[in-house]
Structure formats: structure tokens, C-alpha cells
């Protein structure tokens, strides 16, 4: 057998053996691009967390740090009057609602809500960390309180006592013993948000934007609920 017969089969082997290699760096590089892909549509919508709304995709919103779909609109049949929070989708329309009234939602962007009957210290908490996590956005509230545990003034300000300690019987919170927050209402005659007193009840009620975190002041943090019209809402 002569040598160039032989030398001729290791050329083929080596020729082949480029080619493979080739062929897997080739797919190496594949996966690498697929991988940087898939690392570059995750950062739009960080599975590590959020700030806003605007930081995930689609129509998913920003709660408690993580992006998720919204709640479903609860339905008009009969649901308890419990505190409840939820989201609904926000009027497209420029005409005023009637007093009283929340303008009727159509199927467009949505805000969170919160809805029942609230009350001072365990009766808060529920809507205390929702106003909480929704901090710098748009709510729609429709709560009340009964006037005999409403502290503040029936127009511009609700208190609601969150803790007490060692707080005396019979004795109403009050710095004295308690932490709360404080939210100050900020009403515009032509949006759609308001608090009022009426009959033994307050109502708290309409869309507000929620703003201006600060304290603790004679344990009272504050916040303030600023009504918005609701063709401004998402501009």
C-alpha cells in the first residue's frame, strides 16, 4: 500500500473534523444569541421587580414590587359590603358625573380600587396598605366609616389609627397611645373624588391620585389623596 494512499483518508479526517468543529461553534454561538434574547426581553419586564406600571408589558400593572395581570372587574350581582380591593376599568369620557355617583367604566385602561367600610385601628389596615402600594399612582375609592370613629375634618382630612399601646378602656385613639396616618384630601370641583359626611356615615369616594409620603409627625404619618379628572388619568 503506498503512502499516498494512506496520507489521503487523514486529509479526509482532518477536513471532516474542521467542519464539525465549525459546525459546533455555530451552534454554540446559536444558543448564546438565543440566550441573550431571552436575558433582553426579561429586563423589559423584571421578574426581580418593579416601580411602576410602565415597567411591565402590556396591560400588566405594578403591585407590591411585581408586575401582574389586573383583577377581573367584580361583578354587578350581589357582593359583600366587606372591604375589598380590586380593578376597574376607567371612564372614557369627559362629561361630569352626577353628585353621588362614579361615572360607569367602559373596557379600557384600568386603575386599582378599593371598596367597604372601614373603620380605626384592625378596621385600617386593609386600606392602609392598599393606599400604601399604590403609592404615586391613581386609585378609585368608594369607602365609608361610621361618623362615631371618624376622626378628622368631614371635608379636608381623615385620620385612621393603625396601633395603640396600652391605650386606656373606653378612651378614643390619639397620639397619646396610637400611630396612624393621616390623609389629607385635596379636592378639584370638576374631578371625580370627594369626602363628605352624611346621615352617620363619611364617605370617601372617587379617583385620586396618591402623593406626598411623609412623617412620622406626633405619630402620624401623612399622605395626600389629590381628586383627578378622569380624562386626565394615564396622560
Not at 62 to 89: K, L, M, Q, W
Not at 114 to 141: D, P
Amino acid at each position: 500500500m503506498s503512502d499516498e494512499f494512506v496520507k489521503e483518508p487523514r486529509r479526509d479526517f482532518h477536513a471532516n473534523g474542521a467542519a464539525m468543529w465549525g459546525e459546533f461553534r455555530a451552534a454554540i454561538l446559536a444558543a448564546a444569541i438565543t440566550a441573550m434574547a431571552v436575558s433582553d426581553c426579561a429586563k423589559n419586564e423584571p421578574n426581580g421587580g418593579c416601580t411602576k406600571d410602565s415597567d411591565c408589558k402590556g396591560d400588566r400593572i405594578c403591585v407590591a414590587g411585581g408586575c401582574r395581570n389586573p383583577d377581573p372587574i367584580p361583578s354587578s350581582s350581589g357582593a359583600p359590603a366587606s372591604a375589598g380591593v380590586s380593578s376597574v376599568a376607567v371612564p372614557q369620557t369627559s362629561a361630569p358625573a352626577r353628585s353621588g355617583t362614579i361615572a360607569e367604566p367602559s373596557a379600557s385602561a384600568r386603575v386599582p380600587s378599593f371598596s367597604g367600610r372601614i373603620g380605626q385601628l384592625a378596621k385600617s389596615n386593609k386600606f392602609a396598605k392598599f393606599i400604601y402600594e399604590h403609592r404615586f399612582k391613581v386609585v378609585l375609592l368608594d369607602v365609608t366609616i361610621p361618623l362615631d370613629e371618624f376622626d378628622g375634618d368631614q371635608k379636608s382630612f381623615l385620620v385612621l389609627w393603625e396601633r395603640c399601646d396600652s391605650l386606656p378602656v373606653g378612651e378614643k385613639p390619639s397620639s397619646a397611645h396610637c400611630v396612624g396616618t393621616e390623609y389629607n384630601i385635596k379636592k378639584d370641583a370638576s374631578a371625580e373624588g370627594d369626602l363628605f359626611c352624611t346621615r352617620g356615615i363619611c364617605k370617601l369616594s372617587g379617583y385620586f391620585a396618591v402623593s406626598d409620603f411623609g412623617g412620622p409627625n406626633q405619630g402620624l404619618m401623612g399622605t395626600t389623596l389629590r381628586s383627578v379628572r378622569v380624562e386626565n388619568i394615564g396622560r
